[in-house]
């Protein structure tokens, strides 16, 4: 059922709350095996399927928890669909970062009176677990924003999925504790000119309020540079990270990332972990890769200085090649992978934190050094 939404709302009028992330929902070209690496790989569970055995005739979605990181993974099961054209377009990646809010009407209302293109009116789905109210809009390039309402629901996911699972045991820790506990923040990239454009959306249409900024030498290295703002919600549960790239000598990941994903959209999530030397120890095992960092970021004799006391000693930091920064708040210790698809694009951060709410500032040069390594054995840089 179609619910009716207020024609406008005033600019003064707390129209947006949010409650956190709802879902991180990939479209991918094959959903069944996506599911499994996420499984055996990264440590979630498949929690709800719906496909054309539930009468779901277009694609395969697979459901995915761990901690209060929900996956949703989408992939086409015949040609010609919208989610068919969105892979074939961008590869494996984002489509929609789901945003949790109390009054899902009200939300979409304020964010059309303040500038955002709706994709779906508010509507609610209903089942014998009750009934969940979703909305949808526009974000940068095919990317959405759907807006959800489940605090009227105790099934699995939606209407029309069922509980089930892959049956692929989930990866954990060599002590049998899960490796990713949150979605920390979601990175996107726009093209050049534009970060500030979609900076001032989240503004106006979110109420979002800028959490850090990053550019000059910062955020770039002899060759490649990009600039850097987050907007986040007032709780700081939900934080958006958007690059735009930078002139430099060369091309920057930025660049790279807009050529490949044929337009802007999520770079990477980052995932809160509460150890992260045994998920990187866990992941490695299971195939993941991982940036790699020189030596000499670890034997420079100011990085010790800058950092202080951290809970894992730097030599073992060393060996599993994680980072650390420390700001005024606290300290983080941080660790990429490479892109985990075919495609030069999607890749995830781990973060473990220890009262920094930063994002790792001290670290940009090695970690983008180490991408630009990356890039030059693909010919990209």
């Not at 009116?121 to 209903?126: G, I, K, N, R, Y």
């Not at 958006?240 to 337009?263: C, R, T």
């Not at 941080?334 to 999607?346: E, G, L, S, Y």
Request: one cysteine or more; proline letters at 4%.
């Amino acid at each position: 059922m179609t619910l009716a939404t207020e024609s406008a709302v005033p600019a003064t009028t707390d129209g947006f709350p949010v409650l956190g992330m709802d879902a991180v929902v990939f479209a991918v070209g094959n959903a069944r095996q996506a599911a499994h690496f996420y499984t055996t790989a990264f440590g979630f569970s498949v929690v709800a399927y719906a496909g054309p055995e539930t009468g779901q005739r277009d694609e395969a979605t697979y459901v995915m928890t761990s901690g209060t990181a929900r996956f949703v993974i989408r992939g086409p099961v015949r040609s010609g669909t919208d989610l068919a054209k969105h892979v074939a377009a961008h590869g494996d990646g984002v489509s929609d970062l789901a945003i949790a809010v109390p009054d899902v009407p009200r939300a979409y209302a304020y964010a059309l009176a303040h500038g955002a293109t709706g994709l779906q009116a508010p509507t609610e789905v209903t089942d014998e677990h009750g009934t969940v109210v979703v909305a949808a809009i526009a974000a940068y390039g095919d990317t959405r924003h759907s807006l959800v309402d489940r605090s009227r629901y105790t099934g699995p996911y939606l209407p029309g999925y069922i509980a089930g699972t892959t049956g692929a045991r989930s990866a954990t820790t060599a002590s049998g504790e899960r490796l990713v506990a949150a979605v920390d923040h979601c990175v996107c990239n726009v093209e050049l000119g534009r970060m500030d454009e979609w900076v001032d959306f989240y503004h106006r249409v979110m109420g979002f309020t800028n959490m850090a900024e990053f550019i000059g030498d910062d955020i770039a290295t002899d060759y490649s540079a990009l600039m850097s703002k987050v907007v986040a919600d007032g709780s700081r549960l939900v934080k958006f990270p958007l690059n735009e790239p930078a002139v430099a000598k060369k091309k920057s990941q930025i660049d790279e990332f807009l050529e490949f994903y044929d337009g802007p959209g999520v770079q990477h999530i980052a995932l809160a972990t509460d150890d992260i030397v045994a998920t990187v120890q866990a992941m490695r095992e299971a195939g993941v890769q991982f940036l790699e960092t020189p030596d000499s970021y670890y034997d420079d004799p100011e990085l010790r200085e800058r950092i202080g006391q951290v809970r894992v000693p730097v030599e073992v930091l060393k060996q599993h090649r994680i980072l650390v920064d420390r700001d005024e708040e606290g300290y983080l210790l941080q660790i990429f992978t490479r892109p985990v698809q075919d495609r030069p694009t999607v890749f995830f951060e781990l973060i473990e934190r220890h009262g920094s709410s930063g994002f790792g500032k001290g670290n940009f040069k090695a970690l983008f050094q180490a991408i630009e390594r990356e890039q030059e054995l693909r010919g990209n840089l």
